[in-house]
Antibody
Framework: EQLQESGPGLVKPSETLSLTCSVS????????WSWVRQPPGGGLEWIGY???????NYNPSLKSRVTMSISMSSNQFSLNLGSVIPGDTAVYYC????????????WGQGMLVTVSS | EIVMTQSPATLSVFPGDRVTLSCRAS??????LAWYQQKPGQAPRLLIY???PRATGIPARFSGSGSGTEFTLTISSLQSEDFAVYYC?????????FGQGTKVEIK
């Protein structure tokens, strides 16, 4: 089983950060699919999860700016974070989680996204 | 939001030492507690879930215990590959929250 994040590594302030996680070796119709981020030199922050039914649950600290979606045909899931600021600069990880998005059994390698003009 | 507090922030140890890391929750999370290991430049790796069962492929020298608000991760004999940062995470309530991490470094 492997997860791989993809998307732009540089996003301008006020724009939308968009990442996709491609899943191989597991079906996107099973499990809960989560996003976690880690600022440079910092700790881990759970962003939220998406389930194949379309149900989602987001961290309240980001809820107003986050949208997650899933594509069963592509075996992928996605993260959109709007109105980004430099403080959103982080390594973004996608992960396969248990019921309700945790624990996080398998992680992608992570992708650094820098917010800068 | 449940606040997870890990102690100590940094632990300096010798290879072969027995290591005990602590994680405290601001309110009960029952046994819905996971531990992760993260090495520099790598993604975290799940070690323990449900407070004590080891994840697939995790060596027996790693063990977890506790319930409610107090949890412990023990490494019975530290190997060179175990020097890393360790995080706890509760998944009993929303949002899922992590501790700030404990760095285990070579003394």
């Amino acid at each position: 089983e492997q997860l791989q994040e993809s998307g732009p590594g540089l996003v301008k302030p006020s724009e939308t950060l968009s990442l996709t996680c491609s899943v191989s070796g597991a079906s996107i119709t099973d499990y809960y699919w989560s996003w976690v981020r880690q600022p440079p030199g910092g700790g881990l922050e759970w962003i939220g999860y998406v389930f194949h039914s379309g149900s989602t649950n987001y961290n309240p600290s980001l809820k107003s700016r986050v949208t997650m979606s899933i594509s069963m045909s592509s075996n992928q899931f996605s993260l959109n974070l709007g109105s980004v600021i430099p403080g959103d600069t982080a390594v973004y990880y996608c992960a396969r989680g248990g019921y309700g998005g945790a624990p996080l059994y398998t992680w992608g390698q992570g992708m650094l996204v820098t917010v800068s003009s | 939001e449940i606040v997870m507090t890990q102690s100590p922030a940094t632990l300096s140890v010798f290879p072969g030492d027995r290591v005990t890391l602590s994680c405290r929750a601001s309110q009960s999370v029952r046994s819905n507690l996971a531990w992760y290991q993260q090495k520099p430049g790598q993604a975290p790796r799940l070690l323990i879930y449900g407070a004590s069962p080891r994840a697939t492929g995790i060596p027996a020298r790693f063990s977890g215990s506790g319930s409610g608000t107090e949890f412990t991760l023990t490494i019975s004999s530290l190997q060179s590959e175990d020097f890393a940062v360790y995080y706890c995470q509760q998944y009993n309530d929303w949002p899922r929250t992590f501790g700030q991490g404990t760095k285990v470094e070579i003394k």
